[in-house]
Nanobody
Framework: QVQLVESGGGLVQAGGSLILSCAASASIFSRNSMAWYRQAPGKQREFVAGISSGGNTAYAESVKGRFTISRDNAKNMVILQMNSLKPEDTAVYYC??????????????WGQGTQVTVSS
């Protein structure tokens, strides 16, 4: 069963922080790379950050140094710590399994996402 539930979004001022969480079903999470993606109004969904089953991480240039991705293997959860937020970070954030060797999502299925709005 494919289950992805994102939470933690909200409204924050520029320079602020948020922590996003993604609860995934074990069949998705276990031994797989996971990633966060985001979609701003009128734009395509884009890769934000990824983490392998072993903890190796990758980030989009636009968030490098500000966002940190981590995973809790015991809880099948992926966390995105977002600091120094900018108005251009405003988007709906989603998590998904990440294809190995690629930044692309593995599943066409998406959860409901969590809205992040950064005011200037």
């Amino acid at each position: 069963q494919v289950q992805l539930v994102e939470s933690g979004g909200g409204l924050v001022q520029a320079g602020g922080s948020l922590i996003l969480s993604c609860a995934a079903s074990a069949s998705i999470f276990s031994r797989n790379s996971m990633a966060w993606y985001r979609q701003a109004p009128g734009k395509q969904r884009e890769f934000v950050a990824g983490i392998s089953s072993g903890g190796n991480t990758a980030y989009a240039e636009s968030v490098k140094g500000r966002f940190t991705i981590s995973r809790d293997n015991a809880k099948n959860m992926v966390i995105l710590q977002m600091n120094s937020l900018k108005p251009e970070d405003t988007a709906v954030y989603y998590c998904n399994r990440k294809r190995d060797g690629s930044y692309s999502p593995y599943y066409d299925y998406w959860g409901q996402g969590t809205q992040v709005t950064v005011s200037s």
